[in-house]
Each structure stands twice: as structure tokens, then as C-alpha cells.
Nanobody
Framework: QVQVVESGGGLVQAGGSLRLSCAAS????????MGWYRQAPGKQRELVAG???????NYADLVKGRFTISRGNAKNTVYLQMDSLKPEDTAVYYC???????????WGQGTQVTVSS
């Protein structure tokens, strides 16, 4: 069974930085894309950033210029470098991978990011 595990969340002051990591294991397919979503209390889950197998990236307008998504040397890993964090970035951050063959998405359990003012 596919496993997607996030790490790196925590508590940081506004203006600080965090780096989230995500690793997928037990996969038997090629990965089409990987991404990060977040969900704040009382709000819908929203896309933060995504990266394709070819390295193309996209970002939510709210994080452009502050967050950077990248893939590791191991193609089943992805990172999210978050700089200049704001209290409104507080949320549970989820990693997701998409199968190139089926288009199915696989999700991690999420990691909490809290930015204090």
C-alpha cells in the first residue's frame, strides 16, 4: 500500500522559515506530479504548490515569491521551502502524489504548521 509521509512542520514566528519534506514509499508506478496542499481551520483545502515529473512548478498566488517547491534526488521525494511566513500560513500541510498511469492521488496524513504573530 502506498505510503506518503510528511515531516518538518512546527511552530515558527512570523517572518521565519520552515522546510517541509515528503517521501512516498511502496509505490509501483511512475509519479506524474507531486504537490502540497493546506487546510486551515474552517476553510477548504487549497493547493499551495505543485511540481511535475518534468520539473514544471506552479504556486498559489498567496505564496508566490515566498515558497519554493522542489523534488529530491530520489524522485519520490518533494520539499516545500517556506520563507517569510505569515500567521495566515497557519494550517495543516498535506503532500500528495499522482500516479502517471491511473491519475489517482495519494495523500499523506499532514503536518501542522503554526505561525505566531
Amino acid at each position: 500500500q502506498v505510503q506518503v509521509v510528511e515531516s518538518g512542520g512546527g511552530l515558527v514566528q512570523a517572518g521565519g522559515s520552515l522546510r517541509l519534506s515528503c517521501a512516498a514509499s511502496r509505490i509501483s508506478f511512475s509519479i506524474n506530479s507531486m504537490g502540497w496542499y493546506r487546510q486551515a481551520p474552517g476553510k477548504q483545502r487549497e493547493l499551495v504548490a505543485g511540481i511535475t515529473s518534468g520539473g514544471l512548478t506552479n504556486y498559489a498566488d498567496l505564496v508566490k515569491g515566498r515558497f519554493t517547491i522542489s523534488r529530491g534526488n530520489a524522485k519520490n521525494t518533494v520539499y516545500l521551502q517556506m520563507d517569510s511566513l505569515k500567521p495566515e500560513d497557519t494550517a495543516v500541510y498535506y503532500c500528495t502524489i499522482r500516479s502517471a498511469r491511473t491519475g489517482n492521488d495519494y495523500w499523506g496524513q499532514g503536518t501542522q504548521v503554526t505561525v505566531s504573530s
